[in-house]
């Protein structure tokens, strides 16, 4: 099973401020087979980002996927409060596997 | 608009049974491969079961395979999950989703909003 490792765990950041979110793959994931999502208290996940890179159906543009092989980032450009929010990458070339997330909160 | 609904969570004891149920509406429930996907409370995401468009195809997790049974009815839109021998560590919000493209395994674009399943005496 393909283990997905997040960092860091928390980040705290400021509105306007850049963040780099971090997923390493205990082996390499295709390129293609690796996303990301938000969530919120009490709501479903969202999905953010796919196949690395693309953004999903009405994802702002300060969200940007990159990475391939074993190390994948998700950027976010400019801190909205409505981004203060857990993300999670997942793996789905080989089954399905979540990483542990990384919690963006309010410095 | 896209909707996923579960139902049919609620309180088990420790080796009881529950079936979940999730109901769609807004897409061709058959072109779409589902997911179950759930969170123990203030816990990550774990992924629990997926089915293939037309149920031939189904893949568990290894912590609940042989007691979790995954199925779908094409004809109603509707897709179950039957628990057996539910253990304190299956206790968690249960959600379904749906796979983004007809792919088997892929990403998710569409969620329920989850239903809580609690495990214990």
């Known amino acids: 099973e393909i283990v997905l490792t997040q960092s860091p765990g928390t980040l705290s950041l400021s509105p306007g401020d850049r963040a780099a979110l971090s997923c390493r793959a205990s082996q390499g994931v295709g390129s293609t087979y690796l996303a990301w999502y938000q969530q919120k208290p009490g709501q479903a996940p969202r999905l953010l980002i796919y196949g690395a890179s693309s953004r999903a159906t009405g994802i702002p543009d300060r969200f940007s996927g990159s990475g391939s092989g074993t190390d994948f980032t998700l950027t976010i450009s400019r801190l909205e409060p409505e981004d203060f929010a857990v993300y999670y990458c997942q793996q789905y070339g080989t089954s399905l596997t979540f990483g542990g997330g990384t919690k963006v909160e309010i410095k | 608009e896209v909707q996923l609904v579960e139902s049919g969570g609620g309180l088990v004891q420790p080796g009881g049974s529950l079936r979940l149920s999730c109901a769609t509406s807004g897409f061709t429930f058959s072109s779409y491969a589902i997911h179950w996907v759930r969170q123990a409370p203030g816990k990550g995401l774990e992924y629990v079961s997926a089915i293939s468009t037309n149920g031939g195809s189904t893949y568990y997790a290894n912590s609940v395979k042989g007691r979790f049974t995954v199925s779908r009815d094409n004809s109603k839109n509707t897709l179950s999950l039957q628990m057996d021998g539910l253990r304190g560590e299956d206790m968690a919000v249960y959600y379904c989703?749906?796979?983004?493209?007809?792919?088997?395994?892929?990403?998710?674009?569409?969620w329920g909003q989850g239903t809580l399943v609690t495990v214990s005496s």
């Open positions: 989703a749906r796979v983004r493209s007809g792919s088997f395994f892929g990403p998710v674009d569409y």
